[in-house]
């Protein structure tokens, strides 16, 4: 930290120095993105020292050190974040404030950095930020894609994709660092030959690309360990054809630098295509591939490549970096010539497996044409792989060929990834207790039969720091005042907060900031969508990506009962609820941009029909992100956390909600069962099927969800009303897939993710919420326990299990 920038007098000079000497402006004709780059650049340099002592430590003693490999990291905005973790954002306020200038006006003009998309790209990001915090060092592996997952506007109610060009103004925050560039092959031949008794490998005729490092620096909480994120991006070695170019050939002489250069274009490009496949499969290789370079650069003439396993451990975080698998086997045994028992021994003791999905169709198969022609030598690996596992497999289960081709890596024509994972890895967690019993006992289970070693569960965890102490200040605040500020370090103490529960002073303070931010997301809403809500409503919300299984249909049909009963009838006594919406549907997934549609226009009908009275208000904000998080969760009243039970791994929305005072309505799934267990049952509302009566069904396909549709009223008018004219009546055929997906078979069962079967119970939880909010003293201490409760969800304890468990991670000494 630089010591020189304590000061509001400092940090003043400090700005304006940055505006003259980098933009040639003064603050008063200075714009407001002059102004927020000054800014950044202040406090870019108040942390470049920490920085520099941190990178140059591990490269001295080489400590062991983690490399967090992640397609995504949902990081959020950086340069408020930065100033809290520097103590120092009150302070640049006043200092602002002295030169005629918002700080909050600057914060809105940094970008939202499109590198990360979901649940798995933040969990990476906070992962890095605790383990700042606990000193631990790591780098994070991702790519710096030029274009985020997409920009999301909603148009006549449809989700429409937008190119998200984040660093069509520059990142203060990047340190491209060219001289560390390394070589990236595609394609080509591959030929052997015996020298010398070894077997030497040439790769011929290959596509080079190159990989650049661009890092970010990533503060912890009170820390001088400041780790890396490392993001690669791609650049083609060879630049434009100039000849082409001088021909007057243009778009040719740009081809090979357009082709080279697309890899690190776009997050989650569209897979639909042969070419997208390819896209995608070339990208997860460039991260493995330059990350291993980059690994076994640092260690050549450092220490003996065999003591790699004591010095670095690789998490693999989810399939999409696989391949660093064979990666590291191809540099160990083509660059550094180890043979290949070597190789694998250590191979498999650095690598690590984090599984983040149960549901099948979501584990990456790749054609083996496709990875062939792609990956020549890396297929051969893998081959290699995979022909001594079955040999092994042959050995122990002699005669049961099912069950070898079940584990086999290479089956059907595809490579699984998943398997290669397992099979690669010495450790397989899951990010739940569920979902870790979910892979021993169901997805993974002839693998944990061989290796039990390998599995455990490791609960995900949320960075509270940022959820609680800078989204909800005056929350954070309050509780300082209750029980002192220890949780924010010991997120352990924030349990302090329970003897707090009944205390009627400390629950008005608590109610009335919860007011605060209701008004403050009013006030958003109002702004952005024109609808205006009332702040005293129930505000009831569903914020996660848009997704059959995560079940947003099934909020939906909630809605249209409710808002048939009040139809039938005007004096219905229903608490005012708002329900808010947000997330985003995958481009190329038809129905989950269907039920986009279908919320918006519910609020559209039922916001503009006078007889509803303002008692039902529904909003779908556009273009979710971090930052628009930071607005919702704290003013969040309910938590929507429906999925069928079982096929949810984890969550971290239900943690950063309850962790701000909303009460979860949930399934027996991922998360919400330790969360249950951490509230009690009581500050809870659990609805719907087990994971266990889930699978059941599943088994037995003796669900029908027509029966249901026929011997319940409720069911049948809610269902109806997607097609009978009560929501609309011009779009009777808009919706007919959804009606057809809850009634008709596809595939094996109709309504595959029970959402008929789970709505009465998931109705009589909602009606519980209207009569316990209807007393606040009950509903403000079920709040206050579940905020007392959200510190054993801190990722800070997450990072200690994966270290207690995997990792055997020291701290840096600083």
């Given at each position: 930290?630089?010591?020189?920038?304590?000061?509001?007098?400092?940090?003043?000079?400090?700005?304006?120095?940055?505006?003259?000497?980098?933009?040639?402006?003064?603050?008063?004709?200075?714009?407001?993105?002059?102004?927020?780059?000054?800014?950044?650049?202040?406090?870019?340099?108040?942390?470049?020292a920490d920085w520099a002592n941190t990178l140059e430590d591990i490269k001295k003693r080489h400590p062991k050190t983690l490399y967090y490999l992640s397609a995504e990291f949902l990081t959020g905005k950086f340069f408020e974040t930065n100033l809290t973790k520097l103590f120092k954002r009150e302070l640049y306020r006043e200092a602002c404030l002295e030169l005629g200038i918002s700080l909050d006006e600057l914060i809105a003009e940094e970008p939202e950095p499109g590198i990360g998309n979901g649940g798995l790209g933040r969990l990476a990001a906070s992962f890095l930020e605790t383990l700042s915090t606990a000193g631990y060092p790591a780098f994070g592996c991702g790519i710096r894609y030029e274009y985020g997952f997409f920009n999301q506007r909603i148009?006549?109610?449809?989700?429409?994709?937008?190119?998200?060009?984040?660093?069509?103004?520059?990142?203060?925050?990047?340190?491209?660092?060219?001289?560390?560039?390394?070589?990236?092959?595609?394609?080509?031949?591959?030929?052997?030959?015996?020298?010398?008794?070894?077997?030497?490998?040439?790769?011929?005729?290959?596509?080079?690309?190159?990989?650049?490092?661009?890092?970010?620096?990533?503060?912890?909480?009170?820390?001088?360990?400041?780790?890396?994120?490392?993001?690669?991006?791609?650049?083609?070695?060879?630049?434009?054809?100039?000849?082409?170019?001088?021909?007057?050939?243009?778009?040719?002489?740009?081809?090979?630098?357009?082709?080279?250069?697309?890899?690190?274009?776009?997050?989650?490009?569209?897979?639909?295509?042969?070419?997208?496949?390819?896209?995608?499969?070339?990208?997860?290789?460039?991260?493995?591939?330059?990350?291993?370079?980059n690994i076994i650069k640092?260690?050549?003439?450092?220490?003996?490549?065999?003591?790699?396993?004591?010095?670095?451990?690789?998490?693999?975080?989810?399939?999409?970096?696989?391949?660093?698998?064979?990666?590291?086997?191809?540099?160990?045994?083509?660059?550094?010539?180890?043979?290949?028992?070597?190789?694998?021994?250590?191979?498999?003791?650095?690598?690590?497996?984090?599984?983040h999905t149960v549901m099948s169709e979501a584990l990456e198969r790749w054609s083996v044409d496709l990875f062939a022609e792609l990956l020549p030598r890396i297929y051969m690996i893998i081959r290699e792989i995979d022909d001594r596992h079955i040999h092994q497999l042959n050995r122990i289960y002699l005669g049961q060929q099912d069950r070898i081709d079940r584990m086999a890596i290479i089956n059907y024509g595809q490579v699984n990834m998943a398997n290669l994972c397992i099979i690669g890895s010495r450790s397989v967690n899951g990010v739940s207790q569920l979902h870790g019993e979910i892979l021993k006992r169901?997805?993974?289970?002839?693998?944990?039969?061989?290796?039990?070693?390998?599995?455990?569960?490791?609960?995900?965890?949320?960075?509270?720091?940022?959820?609680?102490?800078?989204?909800?200040?005056?929350?954070?605040?309050?509780?300082?005042?209750?029980?002192?500020?220890?949780?924010?370090?010991?997120?352990?103490?924030?349990?302090?907060?329970?003897?707090?529960?009944?205390?009627?002073?400390?629950?008005?303070?608590?109610?009335?900031?919860?007011?605060?931010?209701?008004?403050?997301?009013?006030?958003?809403?109002?702004?952005?969508?024109?609808?205006?809500?009332?702040?005293?409503?129930?505000?009831?919300?569903?914020?996660?990506?848009?997704?059959?299984?995560?079940?947003?249909?099934?909020?939906?049909?909630?809605?249209?009962?409710?808002?048939?009963?009040?139809?039938?009838?005007?004096?219905?006594?229903?608490?005012?609820?708002?329900?808010?919406?947000?997330g985003k549907a995958a481009p190329g997934y038809a129905r989950a941009k269907l039920i986009i549609k279908l919320i918006n226009v519910l609020a559209h009908t039922i916001n503009n029909d006078p007889r509803v009275d303002g008692r039902i208000k529904v909003v779908f904000l556009e273009e979710y992100n971090v930052s628009l998080a930071e607005l919702i969760i704290p003013a969040a009243d309910v938590s929507e956390q429906i999925s069928t039970a079982g096929k949810e791994a984890s969550g971290t929305g239900n943690m950063k909600l309850m962790l701000n005072g909303a009460l979860t309505i949930g399934t027996l799934d991922g998360a919400n069962i330790e969360i249950m267990n951490a509230v009690g049952r009581e500050n809870i509302f659990i609805f719907g099927l087990t994971a266990e009566q889930v699978d059941y069904y599943y088994r037995n396909g003796n669900y029908d969800p027509r029966e249901l549709y026929q011997n319940d009223m409720a069911i049948r008018r809610a269902v109806d009303a997607l097609i009978d004219g009560t929501i609309s009546p011009n779009m009777t055929d808009m919706f007919r897939d959804l009606y057809g997906y809850l009634l008709y078979p596809e595939g094996n069962m109709a309504d595959c993710y029970m959402v008929l079967k789970d709505f009465r119970s998931y109705r009589d939880a909602h009606l519980e919420i209207d009569r316990q909010y209807k007393k606040p003293p009950l509903w403000r201490t079920k709040a206050i326990i579940n905020t007392a409760n959200g510190g054993s969800f801190s990722s800070d304890l997450t990072i200690e299990n994966y270290n207690r468990g995997i990792w055997h991670l020291s701290k840096l000494e600083l």
């Open positions: 930290m630089n010591t020189n920038l304590d000061s509001k007098e400092s940090i003043k000079k400090a700005i304006s120095h940055k505006l003259l000497n980098s933009f040639g402006k003064r603050v008063d004709n200075a714009t407001d993105n002059e102004l927020y780059k000054a800014c950044a650049m202040v406090v870019r340099d108040d942390i470049m148009e006549d109610g449809y989700q429409v994709e937008y190119p998200d060009n984040w660093l069509d103004n520059d990142s203060m925050w990047i340190v491209e660092r060219p001289e560390e560039k390394v070589e990236v092959r595609f394609g080509g031949r591959i030929t052997e030959q015996w020298q010398n008794g070894r077997l030497k490998v040439r790769h011929e005729g290959y596509e080079s690309v190159a990989a650049v490092p661009c890092d970010i620096p990533i503060l912890g909480y009170n820390s001088r360990c400041i780790n890396t994120l490392r993001l690669w991006r791609s650049k083609s070695p060879r630049g434009i054809d100039l000849h082409a170019f001088n021909r007057g050939n243009y778009v040719d002489a740009l081809g090979g630098k357009i082709k080279n250069e697309a890899i690190s274009k776009v997050l989650y490009p569209e897979d639909n295509s042969y070419e997208g496949k390819k896209l995608r499969l070339k990208q997860y290789y460039f991260l493995v591939s330059a990350t291993v370079q640092r260690a050549r003439g450092s220490y003996p490549i065999e003591e790699l396993p004591d010095r670095v451990i690789i998490q693999i975080n989810d399939t999409h970096p696989t391949l660093v698998i064979p990666e590291l086997m191809r540099v160990l045994m083509d660059d550094m010539e180890l043979s290949w028992e070597v190789a694998w021994d250590i191979t498999t003791r650095v690598c690590a497996y984090t599984n169901d997805l993974f289970n002839d693998f944990y039969t061989l290796y039990p070693h390998k599995f455990r569960a490791i609960t995900n965890g949320i960075s509270h720091r940022r959820w609680l102490v800078q989204a909800n200040p005056n929350l954070c605040s309050l509780i300082i005042e209750a029980i002192g500020d220890s949780w924010i370090a010991n997120p352990k103490d924030l349990i302090k907060l329970r003897e707090y529960s009944n205390d009627k002073p400390f629950a008005d303070n608590f109610a009335g900031i919860k007011k605060q931010n209701k008004e403050r997301l009013s006030k958003y809403i109002l702004e952005n969508t024109g609808i205006k809500v009332d702040s005293h409503s129930i505000f009831d919300v569903q914020i996660k990506r848009i997704h059959e299984y995560k079940r947003q249909l099934l909020n939906a049909l909630h809605i249209i009962y409710l808002y048939q009963r009040i139809l039938d009838n005007p004096n219905e006594d229903i608490y005012p609820r708002t329900f808010i919406f947000a």
